[in-house]
């Protein structure tokens, strides 16, 4: 009997000794796992990162490239604004300058017909103020007739006023203000 407590007990031990052999492995096992969930979960956070960051960099660059788009689509409207507005001033000084002219032509053709001129004399083909009445509009007419009634202008005040167009235009208010009265 003592033979088979011992061999019992041997096979007890080795049993005993396998289990815990198992138990170990299952843990390193275990660790391993663990280990490797581990890694993987590391490897996912970091391309999520890396995803993360690269959006971020492309929204970045989008948004510097609406904002370029935007100031050059800006600058673009000024810049054609300024243009229109040069225009409108060109045309706006020309018109001063062609009326000055027209006024200019009308004094001359004013001082001419209060001297006498020589027979046979002509200088209607020579003068370039003598286009067709019929083209100037209603408001010259009115001007270079106030203007007929008023002697002390001179030349050289409409010609300043085809240069400065705010006194043509405080001339003009003048005129038709005295026309009024």
């Known amino acids: 009997?003592?033979?088979?407590?011992?061999?019992?007990?041997?096979?007890?031990?080795?049993?005993?000794?396998l289990q815990k052999k198992q138990q170990e492995e299952a843990l390193r096992e275990?660790?391993?796992?663990e280990k490797e969930e581990a890694e993987v979960k590391k490897q996912q956070k970091k391309q999520?990162?890396?995803?993360?960051?690269e959006q971020k960099r492309r929204e970045k660059e989008e948004a510097?490239?609406?904002?370029?788009?935007?100031?050059?689509?800006?600058?673009a409207e000024k810049e054609q604004k300024r243009l229109e507005k040069e225009a409108a001033q060109l045309k706006k000084q020309l018109a001063i300058q062609k009326?000055?002219?027209?006024m200019e032509c009308f004094f001359k053709s004013k001082k001419d017909s209060g001297k006498l001129q020589k027979p046979g004399?002509?200088?209607s083909a020579d003068d370039p103020c003598n286009d067709n009445e019929e083209t100037i509009p209603a408001t010259t007419s009115k001007i270079d007739s106030s203007l007929s009634q008023q002697e002390s202008?001179?030349?050289?005040?409409?010609r300043r006023l085809s240069t400065f167009p705010e006194l043509y235009y405080?001339?003009?208010?003048?005129?038709?203000?005295?026309?009024?009265t």
């Open 1 to 17: 009997m003592e033979k088979e407590i011992k061999r019992q007990e041997k096979e007890e031990a080795q049993m005993r000794k």
């Open 30 to 33: 275990q660790k391993r796992r």
């Open 48 to 53: 999520e990162e890396e995803a993360l960051k």
């Open 64 to 75: 510097e490239m609406k904002k370029q788009q935007k100031k050059q689509q800006e600058e």
């Open 99 to 102: 009326q000055a002219s027209m």
């Open 121 to 123: 004399e002509n200088n």
């Open 153 to 158: 202008w001179v030349l050289e005040d409409l």
């Open 170 to 180: 405080s001339f003009t208010f003048t005129l038709t203000k005295s026309e009024g």
